[in-house]
């Protein structure tokens, strides 16, 4: 099923790399900002992709911000710090071919030792808090490698997420594999939540000794803040409510919105 | 894409019963009723990978223990003499954004499940379904019989509370079943293969619950059951179908103590209580969007979990 679903452009050499994998639509926009982060500081180059035709709906092109998208899904590796990275739209379609072309490429031509995939989980937490990552592993032994990091152990039944299908797909080929949870404050999901996307990078920086500089991610991280806390001295509602969730209490649902509206027009806001 | 055999059956001149969600799970609920209560025994199922993606995940304190996919079996029994195949499909392999299967995916199942018909040496396969139309839900469903033979006519029409389409509703004949229970009767054509679809009648302000309706579950059991020459105890699906009734009579008033629903519609709904041949005229579609609006208030939140994947 997954013959030709991928084309090559370079062959370059590669010695048992680890590998990463991002979607391009996440909540706080985690995933594709992980990615696009590690594509400019890794000095990746491109070297093979998924066809497009059976897994995604071609009828047109999508419009996103003004600009006509199409989906992507492509391999990148870094030379300097053996890493392969691969960026993608999630497959509309014939997930199973989806998921086993990339396993193919990881395993039969990377030879890939192990395998990340980076997503957000919406959370009812307040900005001010810490990004946990929870983790799900497919080996007992990779769980065992990260017993004494900063990951927590997630317990979860439920609908199935592409990052959960494409572990379960390499558990069976034998290819060691981790999905990384960061949680994302449900008032950020619609909006990059620059602390979890830098916390997500620090853990993949110190696990696969990769020399990120974060100091811009840092001053975002700042600025966000800022705005927020600019927000909540100006708005008391607002305030309340942060403060509600800081305290690990609920919101309403009608808190819930004002919260998501008002933090979504002020981050939008350019500037301090 | 194929299908796994646990064991090779030896069975002959066999019926094939299939069944898949639908509308009310009429076709379903009969099919795999009836399955359960004869002992059919499991034997192979399809290979889901290509047909589905999983629907649940299954992660405990960090490892990934299972994925669970939409199940695709195959069983069989011996009753009197006569060999019984049955597949009950869990879902339908619709392609993205449709709730019944259509396009390359839903044939390639059509084709595999047929595949394994002939295998077995099967002469007719029966599959079962909804039939939307303007009956009330205190009145026993009729079972809407559709062959793929012209052969096939006199046999249906000698079974009780069962029409052929020219006697229902329109009068011409005419008509479409979609999704799996049609296709297979077209592809079972193809190979020359009998093949009837079996649907009960359900009401059309019911047509978009969330419940089951197991009194048109029972119609369509009641004429498996004369084809079959066996006898069924119904008590379980009549006990269900009373705690049903009562759901619905509860939803409807429900329905009518809200803003918004029309009066006229309430009216068309209870006239349908006292005779099946009433001629109401048309549902406008804006009636009908307030009613499916209505209904998908009441059961809002249902599927909130279905939010978080992981």
């Known amino acids: 099923m997954t013959k030709n679903a991928y084309k090559f452009s370079a062959r370059p050499e590669l010695q048992n790399p680890a590998m990463i994998v991002g979607w391009d639509h996440d909540a706080g926009k985690l995933s594709p900002r992980v990615l696009e982060y590690l594509n400019r500081r890794l000095n990746v180059e491109g070297f093979c992709r998924i066809e497009p035709e059976r897994f995604f709906s071609l009828g047109g092109v999508a419009i996103e911000h003004d600009i006509a998208v199409f989906p992507e899904s492509r391999f990148y590796y870094s030379r300097n710090y053996n890493v392969i990275l691969f960026k993608s739209t999630e497959p509309q379609f014939e997930q199973h071919g989806f998921l086993n072309a990339i396993l193919d490429v990881a395993q039969q031509y990377c030879k890939v030792k192990e395998l990340f995939t980076v997503n957000a989980v919406i959370a009812g937490i307040a900005h001010t808090g810490s990004r946990v990552i929870s983790a799900v592993f497919n080996q007992q032994a990779l769980l065992r490698k990260f017993h004494n990091s900063e990951l927590t152990n997630m317990t979860w039944q439920g609908p199935a997420a592409v990052s959960s299908y494409l572990l379960w797909l390499a558990g069976k080929r034998g290819i060691p594999a981790v999905s990384l949870w960061t949680k994302v404050p449900f008032y950020l999901a619609g909006v990059e939540d620059f602390p979890a996307i830098e916390k997500t990078l620090r853990f993949l920086g110190r696990t696969l000794n990769l020399d990120l500089d974060l100091k811009e991610l840092d001053d975002q991280v700042r600025l966000q803040n800022e705005k927020i806390e600019h927000l909540r001295a100006q708005d008391t509602e607002i305030d309340n409510s942060i403060a509600s969730l800081e305290g690990g209490f609920e919101l309403s649902e009608q808190q819930q919105m004002d919260l998501i509206k008002r933090v979504a027009k002020t981050l939008e806001k350019p500037g301090r | ?310």
């Open chain 2, 1 to 310: 894409m194929s299908v796994i055999f646990y064991k090779e059956p030896q069975l002959k001149n066999s019926i094939m019963l299939c069944g898949w969600p639908g509308i009310g799970n009429i076709g379903i609920s009969a099919i795999d009723t009836l399955r359960e209560m004869l002992h059919a025994e499991e034997f192979a199922q399809i290979e889901p990978w290509d047909f589905f993606n999983p629907r649940k995940v299954l992660i405990e304190d960090g490892l990934l223990k299972d994925l669970e996919f939409p199940k695709s079996t195959f069983y069989f029994q011996r009753v009197k003499n006569q060999d019984l195949l049955f597949f009950i499909g869990q879902q339908q392999p619709a392609e993205a954004g449709t709730r019944y299967a259509e396009g390359q995916k839903a044939y390639e199942m059509a084709e595999l499940v047929l595949d394994v018909a002939e295998k077995f040496g099967c002469w007719r396969v029966y599959t079962s379904g909804a039939a939307v139309t303007q009956i009330h839900h205190t009145i026993r469903p009729r079972v809407w019989a559709v062959p793929n033979s012209p052969n096939l006519v006199d046999e249906l029409q000698e079974y009780e509370n069962t029409i052929l389409m020219s006697a229902a509703e329109a009068g011409e004949g005419q008509g479409m079943i979609t999704g799996l229970n049609g296709l297979l009767l077209g592809v079972a054509k193809k190979r020359q293969l009998e093949a009837v679809c079996l649907m009960g009648e359900i009401p059309y302000y019911l047509q978009a619950a969330p419940w089951p309706y197991p009194k048109a579950s029972k119609s369509v059991m009641e004429v498996l059951a004369k084809i079959l020459n066996i006898e069924i105890d119904f008590g379980g699906i009549d006990r269900l179908a009373e705690r049903v009734d009562k759901t619905i009579t509860q939803f409807l008033e429900t329905l009518y103590n809200a803003e918004g629903i029309p009066p006229q519609v309430k009216e068309q709904i209870e006239a349908l209580r006292y005779a099946r041949e009433t001629r109401l005229g048309p549902i406008t579609d804006e009636e009908q969007k307030r009613i499916m609006e209505h209904i998908d208030e009441l059961f809002k939140g249902e599927d909130f979990d279905d939010e978080k994947r992981v």
